[in-house]
């Protein structure tokens, strides 16, 4: 609840339709972050649901804002492309997180449900966000591949966990991980070292701290399909999801933030 409306923020819509759909839904970030507090608070089923459903607002006016910068500019260039799918993963986790405490699971088990909306919420949304953000910071060939990697390899990471398909639970997460990784050396070594002290700190930190998560990550899809050591899902939430979510997604949005 505090990464979204950073990273609403920071978004780089260009149209000026798809500029005031994100006010607005940053506008209704507040509301939609106390329902979805408060969907914790009670047992999961349809009370949990519908407050879920008040943080889905949120996600759905994002996403309509990306769709429209796409159709605004018509246009699926990587500098529009990208945001769209930064908004449009926000979504997919916003569903999710309806699923999840409405106790919907869908044939699968409640914590593959709650990591989904995790993983869009942060791989899908932070990590596609600061990618964007490169980007258009650099316009470069290599951090154009590194962030349409990270939006390929987002949906094909969840899919491959959520089917046990065994091919897209490795490719899936390699995608991610590469592009994430190289996205990060372009942060820290090229974009970083040309900012003020706060914001290169920051941006630095953020950089370093994804590398082994996401190595840790790689492993553990892996080890699913291949006969592989590997972290518990329990250890691997903790360990993966809490260093992305707090020393990547969190601290790398303060430093783009700030820049």
Not at 26 to 54: E, M
């Amino acid at each position: 609840m505090v990464v979204v409306p950073l990273g609403l923020r920071l978004a780089p819509l260009e149209e000026p339709y798809a500029r005031r759909l994100l006010l607005a839904a940053r506008i209704l970030q507040p509301l939609g972050a106390l329902a979805a507090i408060a969907s914790f608070l009670v047992p999961k089923g349809i009370t949990a649901a519908v407050l879920a459903a008040g943080w889905f607002v949120v996600c759905a006016v994002a996403g309509v804002a990306g769709l429209t910068e796409l159709l605004q500019s018509r246009s699926v260039a990587l500098g529009r492309l990208l945001p769209a799918a930064v908004l449009g993963f926000l979504v997919v986790g916003g569903a999710w997180l309806v699923a999840s405490r409405g106790g919907f699971n869908l044939g699968y088990s409640p914590s593959v449900v709650e990591l989904t909306a995790v993983h869009f919420h942060y791989a899908g949304f932070a990590a596609t966000l600061m990618s964007a953000l490169a980007f258009a910071t650099l316009r470069t060939r290599v951090s154009g591949v590194a962030g349409l990697l990270v939006v390929v390899g987002t949906p094909l990471t969840a899919t491959g966990i959520a089917t046990g398909t065994a091919a897209l639970t490795v490719v899936g997460p390699i995608l991610l991980a590469t592009g994430l990784l190289t996205n990060a050396a372009l942060t820290g070594l090229v974009i970083a070292p040309s900012k003020r002290a706060g914001p290169r700190w920051l941006l630095t930190i953020s950089s370093l701290a994804v590398v082994v998560p996401m190595l840790l990550g790689v492993d553990y899809a892996a080890a699913l399909v291949l006969p592989i050591p590997s972290l518990d899902l329990r250890t691997m939430a903790i360990v993966h999801g809490d260093l992305n979510a707090v020393l990547y997604g969190l601290i790398g949005l303060a430093g783009w933030s700030l820049v």
